[in-house]
DNA sequence: TATGAATGAGAATTCATTCAT
DNA sequence: CATGAATGAATTCTCATTCAT
C-alpha cells in the first residue's frame, strides 16, 4: 500500500513506551528514549501519536482490548458462575505474570495523574469490571449467591483484592507466592464469602 | 532530614501540599503554587523539606501516623477478631469519606513511579497492613478463621477491596452507595469467607 | 532556479500558497498546508521550488511581473504626466481591491525580516517605483512639475500614501471609503502639491 | 523595595531584544541570544515578559509611548496647522535617523505577521496617526486647509509617505538624501496640496 | 516526475532550586 | 529564619526537507 512501510512502527513504538514507563515511570521518560528504544525517529512517534498523554491512553487501550478479549475467550462455555469467577481470578494474575510491564504500567501510571482518571473516561477497565458484576448477577439469579450482595461494590471489591495482591507482586523482587495459590486463596474466600 | 522549627509552617506547608496535590496530582503541582496556598515564599518550602518529593513523602508519613494511631484506638479494647475486622473496614472507609484530599493522594500519587515506590519503603503502609495480618493469624490461633489463610495474602485481598471500593467512591462524584453499607458489604463477605 | 516544466503544478502552488501566507503569515504556513491546498504531495513542492522562502520571491516575481505589465498597460498613450499619476493611484489601488490575498502578501510578509529585504533586491519593486518616477521627471521636463521636487522622495512619497491608505483598507473589515475616492483624493492633493 | 533589586532588568530586555530583532528579524531572533544580549538567563526574560511575542509588543508599546510624548512636546505651544505638519515630519523623521533599530523593527517586523496586525489592536499607532488627523481638522476649521480633504484618508497619506521614505532610509546603507531636506519636500508638497 | 513517511535539528518555555538580602 | 527574584537545565513538540519507492 504505502510507500515507504508502516514497518510496524505504531507496535513498536507501543512496545518501547511499555517498557520505558515501566523502567522510568511516566513523568520521568522522556519520548526520545522511547524513540531510540523503537527504533525511530523523535518526530516519528508524533506521526502516530497526538503527546506523550496519548501514548500512555493507547497503550492502555490496546493492551485492555487484549486482555478482555483474552478473559471472555476463557471464560466462553462455561457456565458455572463459581468456576468462572476462579477462572477470572486465575487469568487475571497469570496475565500479569506475563506481562509485568504492562502490569506496572496499569497499576501506577495510568492511576497517577487525577488529570488521566478524571479526564479520561476508561471504559475498557469498566468492561473488565462488568465482566465480574455479570458473573455476580448471573449466580444470584441461579440462587447460587447471596442476593443481598451488590454487584457493583462486590465486582469492585474482587478486583481490588485481585489487584492489590498483584501489584505486590509486581513491585517485589522476591516472588513468595505461587499465582496459582493466591488466585485460589482469593477466589475461594470470595466464593465462601458469596456464596448461599 | 525535614526540620520542624515549627511555628505552624511546616504544618501550614503540608496542608497546603496536600491540597494542591489532590487537585493537579504531584507532577502538575507546583512548589510556587503550594508556596502561595500555604502562605509562605517560594524558598521558605526548603527550609522545612528536602525537596519536592520529600513533602509528599513527609505527607504521606505524617498522615500514616496518624491513620494508624487512629486505627490502634479504635481497635484498642476489642477482643472478638471478626469484631475488629468490621471495625477496620469501617474506620477505613469513614477516613476516607472525612479526607477526600488525603485519600486520593494516597491512593493515586503515593501508587506512582517505580522511582518512588520502589525506592521508598513505605513502612508507614506495611504496618497498616499488619494491623489486618495480625488480626487473622489472631484470629486462626483463636481457631475463628480458617487454617489454611495465608495471612500474607488476605490481608492484600483485604485491604484492596477496601481500597478499590474507596478508589470509585472518591472519583466519582454522585455518591451511589452509603460508606456504612459498603464496609458492612466487604467485611462480611471476607469474615464468611476466612471463617470457620 | 526553480523549474517551471508545468503542467499547471507551478502555478496551483503560487496560488495555492498565496492564499495560505495571506491567511496565516509567512512563518505561521506550512509547507504541508500549501500542498494540501494545492492538491500535491509536500515533496511536490520541492521539484518546482527550492525551498519556502524560494515559494514567497517567486510568488512576488510572478505577481510583480504581472502588476507592472498591467500599469504599463493602463499608461500606454498616454501623455498628460498628471492624468498618468491619476491612473497610476486608481490602477493601484484597483489592483488592491481585486487581489487581497496578494495584497496583503505585499505589503505584509514581503516587507518582512531584515534577513529577506536586505538580501533581496526586489527589483521588480525597483521598476514599479520608477514608473512614478520617470512620470515626475517627465512633468519636470515638460515644465507641469516644480524643479526642486526630488523624484527619488516623490515617488516613495506617492507609492507610501497609496500603500498606507491600502493597508487600512486591506486590514479593516469595514470599508468606509470608496476606492475610487480615496485614488482621488491622493493623486489630486500631490498634483496640487507638485504642480507649478 | 525588593531584595534582590530589578536593576532595570526589564528594560534591559527590551533594549537587548531592539537590537536582536532589528539585526535577525523577529522570527529568526532566538529567546537566548536576547538573553544574552541582556545579560540574563533564559527564564528571566518570563519572569518580565509572558513569551516572545509579548516582547515585541511591549517593546512597540513602550516606544509609542515615548514617541507620542515626544510629539506632543515637539507641537505644544504651536499655533499653526502648517507649521505643526513640518513639525511633525521633521520630528518623526529625526527620530527614525535616531532609532534605526527600533524603526526597522516598526516598520518591518511589526508589520509582519497578520496573526500581530489583525489581533493587535494597536492603539498607540492610531493615536499617532490622530495627532496628524487632528491638525488636518483643525486647519479645516481655520479655513486653511481645503474642506473637502477627508481628514481620514490624508491622514494616512501623509504618514504613509514619511513612512515610505523612511523605510528606504533604514534599509539603504548609503544615505543619498539628509533627513531635513526629505521633511521639508514631502511637508511642502503635502501642504501644497492641501492649502486653500 | 510524484509521493508522503520519515527524519532530526532546533527553540520556546517551564519550574525546582538557590542565595543575596 | 524568611524571602522571592533569578537561574538554567531539561524536554516536548514542530515542521522544512529528504529520499526510497
Not at 9 to 38: C, L, Q
Not at 42 to 51: L, S
Not at 156 to 161: L, N, W
Request: proline share 1%; glycine share 6%.
Amino acid at each position: 500500500m504505502s510507500k515507504r512501510k508502516d514497518n510496524g512502527k505504531y507496535h513498536r513504538i507501543i512496545a518501547a513506551a511499555t517498557r520505558v514507563f515501566a523502567k522510568n515511570g511516566f513523568y520521568h521518560s522522556k519520548i526520545s528514549e522511547i524513540a531510540k528504544e523503537a527504533q525511530v525517529a523523535d518526530g516519528t512517534i508524533y506521526i502516530y501519536f497526538e503527546n506523550k498523554d496519548d501514548i500512555l491512553i493507547c497503550l492502555f487501550e490496546e493492551q485492555m482490548k487484549a486482555v478482555l478479549e483474552n478473559m471472555n475467550h476463557q471464560l466462553e462455555g462455561m457456565d458455572d458462575p463459581s468456576e468462572k469467577l476462579k477462572t477470572f481470578a486465575l487469568t487475571h494474575l497469570e496475565l500479569i505474570e506475563h506481562n509485568k510491564d504492562m502490569a506496572e504500567i496499569i497499576q501506577v501510571e495510568l492511576r497517577q495523574s487525577g488529570k488521566f482518571m478524571k479526564e479520561y473516561k476508561n471504559e475498557g477497565f469498566l468492561r473488565y469490571l462488568d465482566i465480574i458484576g455479570n458473573i455476580i448477577t448471573e449466580g444470584q439469579q441461579k440462587g447460587i449467591f447471596k442476593a443481598q450482595v451488590l454487584p457493583g461494590v462486590a465486582k469492585r471489591a474482587f478486583f481490588g483484592a485481585l489487584d492489590e495482591v498483584s501489584r505486590f507482586w509486581v513491585l517485589s523482587s522476591r516472588k513468595e507466592y505461587d499465582i496459582r495459590v493466591v488466585a485460589e486463596q482469593i477466589s475461594d474466600c470470595f466464593l465462601a464469602g458469596i456464596r448461599n
